[in-house]
């Protein structure tokens, strides 16, 4: 290739580069009453990269959202399209295209995952755009009220009961939790032991791991040197999997006395478990067997384009909140005119924080001051591959 | 000036002060992985200052790079004049340990990560104005810096350590004194880096600073010319904004193109876009066009 | 004591991992002067398709460990002539440039399995072929089929190697073109066939390694060459670069003291510390332990 070419190939890509950087989306003209021809709800979200494969199935709710919403007759009349924005794991993708979001979107889904909510988040809070990070934990949400809601309450309040019920069914005395070194895992893993020490069962130690664990043996014989009868397992879904294989090797045989938390529900957890898991209990929000029609819809759904697979827990988060932008825009009168841009953002968030008897796809919940509040959670037993309701706890 | 822009020049600037970071020890041929771990310290240790202990951003920004500066330089001590595999092996694991020592300090929120660090000056544009502005004077003043250096006999000194080790000694380079000076100054870029990296986030994540980033600035110079200090400047935006423009359907395979870009550049094009031989031609270019100018003003 | 021992175990059979892909990597470093930093996501790629052939063949395993040496091989011979265009020096170990165009190849594959197989999810070896077989169990000791195959396996491939590279024509063919092209040509040594012997036995053994690893872990992920590459290095540079032996060594060494050191510490610490175990002894040893043998 000659150097001229080169040269201008990298000259054209560095302007191609500042352009795109600092593009702008034109501007609507305006109309009474809603003026846009779609609404577009843009969603942050990790598609390429280590959880890339949580980022399609979180994706995949949101567009399947889209998708009976438009079979309905879309919002206010007219059609909403989820756009994919793909930051991978990196803030430093985040922060430029929440840039971008911020000049023209009412309200954002996403980020995902922390990192890049961390990143980039302030910059909707900055400029007073709700942005719906669905997967977190009320301790990152919160830092960025009142243009962010939780999905989930405190974690101090909604884990104790969990494993306190737990701990109780499966009358264990001494629990050992296998805790992974990310996020906001170390506090939800504190607040299992606020629980076990409501059902008088003892902690009796944690054992923590980093991501870049491949082989558990060393682990597992450490936790089971503490002579528990209970497991608590709150790490990454595929390790948790190996984990209890590997309590399985060790002569592990009451699989109802392991305990696996609700981040370790996702597909890596059976696709890497298998007949493993059978007869372990396992807590998260969503009852897979429920009989409401949209859930099942839902469910068919999602079964056919995965290859069989139930949906994963936070497969639901984002079909959620994008019916909760529907009702939200509908509630408000919202038109989508650019030069209302800033009050119908603050309508629409103001309205999403405090938003009463939301028909959620499973069940209906309120929100209270961004903290959504009568939601269940289950304890399943894992068999083949399929959560079995145990028991609904309710707060 | 629209925030996304904003945050792509911010960034940018990261990427080509930490790219120097990772050239200036290259040019003794040595991949001086402990950058990202100066990042990572200088960065944690100034949020812990300015959100813990009420110190200003300026104090705790000097006081990064001084901290960047002194790991430096006291790994220097030991790793001047070592062989690459170790310079790369004292990387790897001062990564490792920085990472788990933070992940264990309720002090700087452990896992969690450090939220809303304050702005550096008044409002939030302000704020970004001022880094922005800080960033080039700094990429500015680093890398005339590095001109100096390259054009100075220390700099040829290093290109014969490049070349060959053995015969610069037997040339009378110091090669252990010629290693700590380039490993203190890039870990003292690294470490004002880390800290501006927060700032610019407004937060700290132990996966902001990640092997992953290794990999990006190694893609930077290798692809822009790890010869010259010239093709990081190039390569920097040209591959961040890469990753920007890509429509949908192919940014998802982003990764394979930045790796593939990459292969062909080393296979292609070895020395990257911006060779030695490119950069030495545009500088005469420009000195001859001074020199008639200075002669000839009017250009009779 | 039990502790000890099951630990002990353990860090044996974490310890067989580093063994088999740092002799993986030994071996390109000896015939081919090639750092292939990213050969654990080579080793990884193939574990995928012995994986995708067992589910469309019924869990015949015989095909998927032919699949396995196969894809390896193919790799090789693919990436192979790519670091030597690049290297300075034919004759000289280039940490450098090779270093980077193996995090260019790692980071193609590692995305490529992200996107092309389960959706990028892990991936589970069926019984047929993972050694989750328990051989001894005695409380907290349990020794499982696969690590026992991964150990002997890994240590007869070391033996069979060395023997190979250091006692016969063949080896010292392949290490003469490594070391001297133009010197194993002037002798009659065929380099274009050597050459492409030398990387299809890497091949083999890389597509043989994935089969072991494969029994020994039961599972893989796309991510999971990156986990380990670090430490493969590491072990590698720690025994002295080509150093079959030290190689072995070096990396049961390594697996059993991050195995004591998750067991009776913190498995969060285990990293650093092994680092920081590593990298005094590279101070004092810039060689490597056992020396560099290229």
Known sequence: MSKKLMALLAALLLVASFAMAAGEKEAAPAAAGVVVDQWEIPFLNSLTGAIASIGEYLQWGAE????????????????VKVIGVDTALEPQLGVVEMGKIVNWALVALGPVPEPVIMAAAPIAVENEMMTMTATTSLEYAERFFPWSI???????????????????????????????????????????????????????????????????????????????????????????????????????????????????????????????????????????????????????????????LQPPSLSTNYYDAVYMIKRAIEETGVTGDPRKLKEERKAIAAYMFNMKNFEGLLFNWDMSNGIPTNKPTYLFEIQDGRKKLVKEIRP | MSLALYYFLAITAIYILMSWGLYLPYRVAHLHFLTVANMLISGYLAGFLVQ???FSFWIALILGFAAGGILGYLISLFIGDAPT??????????????????????????????????????????HRTVLLILLYVLVVVVGFLIYRFEHSRLGRAASAVFVDKDLATSLGVDIKR??????????????????????????????????????????????????????TVIAAPALYGLTLILPTEVASWRIVIYGAILIAVLVLKPEGFITRRLAYRVENALTRKRKRHITDPKGD | ????????????????????????????????????????????????????????TNDNVVLAVLAAIGSSILLNLVSAPLFQKIMKNREEVDINTTMVLSLGIGMIITDILSHGFNKGLPIAFPEALAGTRPLLRVGLISILSGQVSSLLVGVVAVSGIFLLLYKTRAGRAFRAIAEDPAGARLVGIPIVRTGLESYALSGILGGLIAVLLAMLLGY?????????????????????????????????????????????ISGSWSNAIAFVVMLVVMLFRPRGLFGIKL
């Open chain 3, 220 to 264: 893989t992920s796309p991510g999971l060459g990156e986990l380990v590459a670090h430490k493969v290095l590491a072990v590698s540079i720690i025994a002295g670069l080509g150093n079959l032996v030290g190689g072995l060594v070096v990396g049961l060494a390594l697996g059993i003291l991050e195995a004591l050191v998750q067991g009776y």
């Open chain 3, 1 to 56: 004591m039990q502790v000890f021992i099951a630990q002990v175990i353990n860090g044996l059979s974490l310890g067989s991992i580093y063994v088999l892909l740092a002799t993986g990597f030994n071996l390109l470093l000896i015939v081919a002067m090639i750092i292939h930093f990213a050969y654990p996501q080579v080793v990884v790629f193939s574990m995928y398709i012995a994986w995708v052939v067992l589910r469309y």
């Open chain 2, 85 to 126: 595999f170790t310079v790369v092996i004292v990387g790897f694991t001062f990564i490792y340990v920085s990472r788990t020592v933070v992940e264990n300090l309720k002090a700087v929120g452990g896992t969690m990560g450090m939220f809303g660090l304050p702005t550096v000056a008044g409002t939030p544009s302000t």
């Open chain 1, 150 to 308: 939780s999905w989930f309450p405190a974690t101090a309040d909604r884990l104790p009961p969990l494993a306190t019920e737990w701990a109780k069914m499966a009358g264990v005395k001494r629990v050992v939790q296998f805790v992974g070194v990310y996020g906001p895992w170390p506090g939800m893993a504190a607040a299992h032991v606020d629980g076990l020490k409501a059902a008088g069962a003892a902690h009796v130690g944690d054992v923590e791991f980093n991501v870049d664990a491949v082989t558990f043996g060393p682990l597992v014989v450490r936790a089971l040197d503490m002579k528990p009868d209970g497991i608590i397992l709150a790490c990454w879904p595929d390790k948790a999997a190996k984990i209890v294989q590997e309590l399985k090797n060790r002569g592990w045989t009451d699989m109802n006395k392991i305990l696996l938390f609700s981040s370790a529900d996702d597909a890596a957890l059976y696709t890497t478990g298998g007949a493993a898991l059978n007869g372990t209990i396992i807590y998260n929000y969503i009852n897979v067997d429920t009989d409401r029609p949209r859930w099942i819809a839902f469910k068919e759904a999602y079964s056919r384009d995965h290859n069989g």
């Open chain 1, 64 to 79: 399947r959202a889209a998708f009976e919403i438009n079979q309905a007759g879309g919002i206010a009349g007219k059609p």
């Open chain 2, 178 to 231: 010629m290693g700590r000076l380039v490993q203190t100054f890039s870990s003292l870029i690294a470490g004002g880096c880390g800290v501006l990296y927060g700032f610019i986030y407004r937060s700290y994540h132990l996966d902001f600073f990640t092997f992953h980033l290794v990999g990006i600035f190694m893609t930077v110079i290798f692809v822009g010319g790890y010869a010259t200090m010239w093709g």
């Open chain 2, 52 to 54: 813990n202990l009420g």
